[in-house]
């Protein structure tokens, strides 16, 4: 890391000074200022370098107004010291997968904002309490943003997962972003139906490098949660309040963001979370109860299908379009109880001549689609739509992706579509 | 013991002021600055420590740790938002507070940086729900001119306040949130030598500076003074919170006296035979000894289930109790270490037997600890995991008392008095705001602030003479009350005279505050209303003090109710001439001997059952006629 984020002017500077990141320095321009070069965000203009000054605060110093510039020491930065993992063979074993995110981020000098970048190993040492709960193995999957996810990293993610399916652990810690954590969620619940472990996804809403983060909350309950529940399945395991006492396990097919920001800002739709971890005991829904099956594995995602929301004014064209894209499937974000305006009947009806797939949610998020109340959902059943009772739009999304990607046959995917493969529709 | 030679201990002070902005909203969000009186939100959290951006931890930010405390949190929508409970990222920075900041600073002739880093000052005792207070340091250098002379400028930071401690107890801590992310400038000026007086006249210099731009909050905890207090070849201590100038007077001697008197406590250290404390040698479990132990505060603490320590602490027979000036002994300094950790207390060898702890107790302790003649001991109670952490301070502590003075944070006390707060925070407590980019200055912004540059506070008195013809003493005293914009406001309506607002504002109500009432029950937009009142003749210009009063000491919930309650203005004409009539005829001997001269009685007699009711100068008038014509007719 010798000019990160610098170019230009900037790059020019310091190579010119031989002068390197981490280095102790002098600048004098109308004052004199001593501090350690800092690394400079890429976005930032290449007229200025950046100093911490002994005090810790970060300044930016124009080029142009440097009169003269020295190093004092090299490198002065320390390299962090991590502790070793303390193992008690009395407790059960856990693994922790990570997958990025900001349960596991520090300061990105890219861009300055915030990036996945601490192994699995450094969080579990930055949290030592786990070490009380169970014996953790951590293993480094990939490091991105969940927005940067696809169904390939499902694919990666199910596929080592199956591969501990008899393995020793007790349980298993998915360490994952926020942003399309319910995505993957429900990915895993289908491909991995049946999974005899309980699985967490856990993320952070506030990053693990502030003392108000709730990663260490989250990821201390799942543990819990694992060793101390006797279920299995895929759970995504979040802040149950915007205080840091209860955390929620939401069924993986049933949970869903709700808000940019806050800590409980994923809610179990349709319901309340399948558990609660408290101080104490951890207390199940007594409502929750999952489908009992067999595991399985069927890793195998097709993502040719369009999740559409439908709105006054959308043009028809657009699924025509889709069609002629080659898109295999259509999951409607419908109104209400499930309606697209009438605009949409002649390409819906194209699609179905075919052989397409087009299915139905509701844009109300909460509530079951019911197509037979009024016209234009009857319209809509006798075109060949297929409603999806009250299945989570996303969900519905990433199930055809897998129902898509286990086979081409439509009535197959019909039936798929409406089978309760992973408790995904509930009466 | 002595008294203090305060020219000849070589004693250094740094003032570093925080100054609330009026700005309209917080520095990271659009809230407004107002005190909330109810908090129909509450939750709960807790804090970590997180590494600084060098991989470091703070070691304040791991005192803190150590406490382990759970923090409640009160909020009201109307006073704080997402943002203060840090369920939201910080929204842009206010472009009102930034100007402000600029505008001091270039008042104080700082040099300003291009480029401005939102940093997160680690901070985890609860003050801000993030565990960081945010800041940024806009320029370093300047200087401040008091009495001729200048007094260097260290460093301007703008920053965000932190919320309002309610409660602070073992295991929880309560805060309010509408305070945490008002804009705050810190300004630290170089430390410099003078007497408490002196450092006294630069603190208001400078507030006066800050007031001058009408761009500050004002009233009590809207101006703030840490001060960095130091003598020679000790450590800087940092004094927190001191509110009132009078308060920095008597913190900066205290001090003195306090770091003074612990040098006296390591000169005489460095003539014993001491040795660092050996945990495994000299700390001993001495639970039970103290089974059936009168003292409360062990009592209290073997009912949780706690453990009793004793160390050994060789040649300190007489080092606790000493005292080189009245009230200052290492065993006290001890005493305030321990409670931060939320432990009763400490007790020590000088000081006993004595709080419940007997001499049979005393003696096993010494045999458990094989205590020498001339060794001192501590005992001390608590959970034995956190006996552990407590006992790693106490020998550091006692360690430092050798060499003087440590480096610490410190509290000030309403008395004037300080006590430990925790270890000065390092520069490992810096981690730079990943949610904000970096601030530009532009030239344009630099030279737009040079230009509003207030005028200086002798100039802006001047003109609040000239302005409202008020004389020097009575615009100084509004200058400096926190009722500055209030007067303004107020002197609007010409119908007042602002002489008598002024004395109002700046003399009655603190006369009403040095009678121990809370002025804070008092809103501005009360005091306007009652002014109005007055100017539209429905109350007397004596009635404004009681009505203040009674908002003060609570007895009423508005000016109208005050009114009401105080049965001001109700007496009709006919009444007064009534109540007026029966005076003079029941005090006839006294008119008849003193005649015009018995009006001075007799209005003090009026004044008692009318004060406030109606207007004294009509009473005057009024009773002066009835006397007259009493006296013409006796005279007749």
């Known amino acids: 890391m010798s000019h990160i984020g610098y170019r230009g002017k900037g790059l020019e500077f310091l190579t010119k000074n031989k002068i390197e990141i981490g280095d102790l320095v002098k ?71 990570s997958t990025g995110g900001t349960i596991a981020s520090k300061i990105d000098y890219r861009t300055g904002g915030v990036y996945p970048a601490l192994t699995a190993a450094e969080l579990n040492a930055s949290v030592p309490e786990i070490s009380e709960i169970a014996n953790i193995d951590t293993e480094v999957l990939f490091s991105e943003y969940s927005e940067n996810l696809l169904p390939e990293h499902w694919i990666k993610i199910a596929e080592k997962l199956d591969s501990y399916s008899r393995s020793e652990y007790k349980g298993i810690i998915v360490a994952h972003g926020t942003d399309t954590m319910h995505y993957t969620a429900a990915a895993l619940s289908f491909s991995l139906s049946g999974f005899p472990k309980p699985v967490a996804l856990v993320g952070s809403q506030r990053s693990s490098d502030r003392p108000s983060s709730d990663a260490a909350l989250n990821l201390i309950s799942a543990a819990r949660f694992l060793v101390e529940t006797d279920t299995s399945g895929i759970f995504v395991v979040m802040h149950n309040s915007i205080s840091d006492d209860e955390v929620a396990c939401h ?32 207390e199940k829904d007594p409502l929750f109860s999952p489908l009992k099956k067999t595991y399985n594995p069927r890793i195998n995602f097709d993502s040719q299908v369009m999740l559409v929301k439908y709105y006054p004014g959308l043009d028809p064209k657009l699924i025509d379009y889709a069609m002629s894209s080659g898109y295999k499937a259509i999951i409607f974000e419908g109104t209400g109880l499930g309606h697209v305006g009438k605009v949409m009947h002649e390409s819906i009806a194209r699609m179905k001549r075919n052989g397409l797939f087009v299915g139905m949610t509701s844009q109300c998020i909460d509530g079951i689609v019911r197509m037979t109340v009024y016209d234009s959902g009857r319209d809509l059943l006798n075109l060949g739509v297929i409603p999806l009772g009250n299945m989570i739009p996303e969900t519905a999304l990433v199930k055809s992706m897998w129902a898509l990607g286990n086979t081409r046959d439509i009535n197959e995917m019909e039936k798929i579509m409406q089978e309760n493969i992973a408790s995904e529709i509930s009466d | 013991m002595s008294e203090i030679q305060i020219n000849s201990i070589g004693l250094k002070v740094g003032l570093e002021v925080h100054q609330q902005l009026a700005t309209g909203t917080k520095l990271f969000c659009n809230c407004s600055l107002i005190e909330s009186t109810e908090y129909p939100l509450k939750f709960v959290r807790r804090l970590r420590i997180s590494r600084s951006e060098l991989g470091e931890f703070d070691p304040s930010a791991l005192f803190e740790s150590s406490k ?79 009495d001729g002379k200048n007094v260097g400028v260290q460093s301007i930071c703008l920053e965000e306040d932190a919320a309002k401690l309610l409660n602070d107890s073992f295991n929880f ?49 809207s101006i703030r003074q840490d001060v960095n207090v130091s003598i020679e070849g000790g450590g800087i201590v940092e004094v927190k919170g001191v509110q009132k100038l009078d308060q920095l007077e008597k913190v900066v001697e205290y001090e003195a006296k306090r770091q003074h008197g612990l040098k006296i406590i390591a000169d005489k250290l460095k003539g014993l035979d001491t040795e660092r404390i050996a945990k495994e040698r000299d700390v001993k479990d001495v639970t039970g000894a103290f089974r059936n132990c009168k003292s409360k505060t062990i009592q209290k603490a073997l009912v949780d289930g706690a453990a009793v320590k004793a160390i050994k602490v060789k040649n300190f027979s007489g080092i606790f109790g000493f005292e080189p000036y009245p009230g200052i002994r290492l065993g006290k300094q001890l005493g305030e270490l321990v409670r931060f950790f939320g432990l009763g207390g400490i007790f020590h060898s000088d ?34 995991k956190k006996l552990d952490i407590v006992i790693e301070s106490i020998i550091k502590r006692i360690e430092d008392a050798k060499i003087g003075v440590p480096a610490e944070t410190r509290a000030a006390t309403i008395t004037g008095e300080t006590v430990y707060l925790r270890p000065r925070p390092g520069a490992s407590r810096m981690y730079p705001e990943t949610d904000i980019p970096p601030i530009m200055i532009t030239n344009n912004e630099l030279e737009e602030a040079k230009k509003k540059i ?56 603190t006369n009403l505050e040095r009678r121990g009432l809370d002025s804070r029950l008092l809103k501005d937009s009360d005091i306007s209303k009652a002014f109005g009142f007055l100017a539209e003749g429905r109350i007397a210009k004596e009635s404004l003090e009681i009505i203040f009063e009674s908002m003060m000491n609570k007895t009423a919930s508005s000016i109208e109710d005050a009114i009401q309650k105080n049965a001001i203005n109700t007496i009709e004409d006919g009444d007064l001439n009534n109540i007026l009539d029966e005076l003079v005829l029941s005090n006839i001997k006294i008119i008849e001997q003193q005649g015009l001269r018995s009006i001075g009685p007799l209005m003090g007699l009026a004044m008692k059952n009318l004060r406030g009711k109606v207007d004294g100068q009509k009473i005057n008038q009024l009773l002066e006629a009835k006397i007259k014509s009493r006296i013409s007719i006796s005279s007749e």
């Open chain 2, 68 to 146: 382990q405390k759970t923090i409640l949190y009160y909020a009201n929508p109307e006073s704080s938002c997402l943002v203060e409970q840090d369920e939201e990222p910080p929204h842009d920075l206010s472009p009102s507070s930034k100007e402000t900041a600029l505008i001091m600073a270039s008042a104080l002739r700082t040099d300003i940086f291009n480029e401005i880093y939102v940093m997160r000052k680690l901070v985890i005792d609860g003050s801000n729900t993030s565990g960081f207070q945010r800041t940024m340091l806009i320029g370093l250098g300047g200087s401040l001119e008091v």
């Open chain 2, 351 to 384: 000081e006993l037997p004595n709080y419940g702890i007997e001499e049979t107790e005393i003696q096993q302790v010494k045999k458990i600890l094989e205590s020498q003649q001339n060794d001192g001991f501590l005992i001390l109670a608590g959970e034995p």
């Open chain 1, 251 to 282: 069924w993986g097919t049933r949970v869903r963001k709700n808000h940019t920001s806050k800590r409980n800002a994923f809610q179990t739709i349709g319901g309340s979370p399948a558990f609660i971890v408290k101080k104490d005991v951890i």
């Open chain 1, 27 to 97: 600048v004098q321009t109308d004052s004199t200022y001593s501090g350690i070069l800092m690394p400079r965000y890429e976005h930032s203009d290449d007229e200025h370098i950046v100093l911490k000054l002994k005090n810790g605060y970060n300044i930016g110093l124009q080029i142009e107004k440097i009169i003269k510039i020295e190093v004092e020491s090299r490198h002065s930065v320390k390299k962090e010291n991590i502790t070793q993992l303390r193992t008690d063979p009395k407790l059960p074993k856990i693994l922790l997968i």
């Open chain 2, 454 to 509: 207030p005028r200086s506070w002798e100039e802006s008195i001047l003109e609040l003479q000239r302005q409202y013809e008020l004389n020097s003493q009575l615009a100084l005293q509004i200058f400096d009350s926190e009722y500055l914009d209030l007067f303004e406001t107020i002197c609007k309506d010409k119908r007042i005279s602002p002489n008598f607002v002024s004395s109002v504002l700046s003399g009655t109500i």
């Open chain 2, 173 to 221: 801590r309560e805060y309010t949130l509408d305070r945490l992310g008002i804009p705050l400038v810190e300004i630290a000026l170089e430390p410099v030598s003078g007497t408490p007086e002196e450092i006294k006249k630069i603190a208001l210099t400078l507030g006066r500076l800050l007031r001058a731009t009408k761009r500050v909050q004002r009233g009590l905890g």
